[in-house]
């Protein structure tokens, strides 16, 4: 089975082919352009949607190139309908359609966030874990019951990507800046307190947004260090209790910020002290990509009819743990 991913929920138009044999999946392509917004500001839907039309055409055929085959061969197309940007949630969706109706290739709806969950276990391995996904639009830990991915914590308010990015861009960094900070704190173990809440399993960013931002003008690199340290170990904290509570025996990590070494870091020992396996999604896949989509699609088709023409909506605030999964 062959199917065409893609994904436009935010910054990243990508579209990917992947096959799928048994229970085996093979990445046989993946291409992707990211939106960069000018250095200090965020993305911006319109402008993120109108670089995804100017891409698609290009991506798509890069795409079908390099995994050598063409639209005609394709099973299935699945596309990211939820959560994300409605403009740019809408461009995925039109090339979808348009490519589904014209030549009669049946087609899914997928939602962005268990694409992250289903990638990362088909690249690490992991079967039964408690996930943490951290990224641009999700902080959430959570675990498969009764046929639902089930939420065991949560942010209050901001994701962990948000506060790196919205710290990032008040520092004048270009967005995503994720990566800038990872650098910037790596060069320094001075650590200034920073507010740090967990209340029960979830955590709350917005005061320590504040007071790191409050922070940089004294020095950014430790500004870096101790806003990495904070937010890092409220979520280790958090994640803690689930394993504990949720008694699972491996911990998959996914999303943009998966890629960060120091998360993984202090996760690892959190799993040494709870006797339990890490998996993180590997770094090339841990952010928004066509594959993530693909994947989950190819899932879903095995207990899923593929959705009439006029059932494929976006939606904009299309929660996880409202999906249920048959496969
Ligand atoms: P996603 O929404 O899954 O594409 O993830 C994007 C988020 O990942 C953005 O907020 C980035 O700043 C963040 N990110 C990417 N690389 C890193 C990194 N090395 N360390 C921390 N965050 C990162
Ligand atoms: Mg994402």
């Known amino acids: ?17 992947l096959e799928k044999k048994g229970k085996h999946g093979k990445i046989c392509s993946d291409i992707r352009k990211i939106y960069r917004p000018p250095e200090g500001e965020g993305i911006h839907p319109r402008e993120a949607s109108r ?38 949630l809408r461009v995925g969706a039109v090339v979808a359609r348009s490519l ?40 959430m830990l959570l ?34 800046c994720g990566k800038q900070i990872e650098t910037l704190a790596s060069k320094t173990t001075n650590y200034f307190p920073l507010p740090y809440s967990v209340k029960g399993n979830d955590v709350s960013f917005s005061g320590l947004l504040s007071a790191a931002k409050s922070l940089a003008p004294q020095g ?9 340290e904070t937010a890092f170990a409220m979520i280790a904290e958090a994640t803690e209790r689930a394993l504990s509570f949720t008694k699972k025996k491996e911990l998959l990590v996914v999303g943009g910020v998966a890629a960060n070494k120091r998360l993984s870091e202090m996760l690892k020992s959190v799993c040494k002290r709870q006797n339990c396996k ?48 048959n496969y």
């Open 51 to 88: 670089h995804h039309i100017e891409s698609s055409a290009g991506v798509l055929s890069e795409c079908l190139q390099k995994a050598k085959v063409r639209i005609n061969d394709l099973d299935l197309i699945a596309y990211a309908a939820g959560p994300g940007l409605g403009p740019c």
């Open 143 to 176: 675990a498969f019951m009764m046929n639902k991915w089930r939420v065991f914590g949560e942010t209050l308010d901001i994701t962990l990507g948000q506060l790196l990015d919205q710290f990032g861009r008040s520092a004048g960094f270009a967005s995503p």
């Open 220 to 228: 950014l690199e430790d500004a870096c260090y101790s806003l990495q």
């Open 278 to 325: 890490f998996f993180v999604t590997p770094l090339k896949f841990s952010g928004d990509c066509g594959s993530q989509i693909a994947w989950t699609g190819l899932l879903e088709s095995q207990t899923k009819k593929s959705s009439e023409i006029e059932n494929t909506f976006v939606k904009q605030s299309w929660r996880l743990d409202t999906v249920q999964v």
């Open 1 to 17: 089975m062959l199917c065409l991913g893609i994904e436009s929920t935010a910054h990243t138009f990508s579209c990917a082919v």
């Open 100 to 139: 589904s109706t014209y030549y009669q290739i049946p087609i899914y709806p997928v939602n962005h966030a268990i694409g992250h969950i289903e990638l990362g276990k088909l690249l690490t391995g992991a079967k039964n874990p408690l996930v943490l996904l951290v990224s641009g639009g999700h902080t």
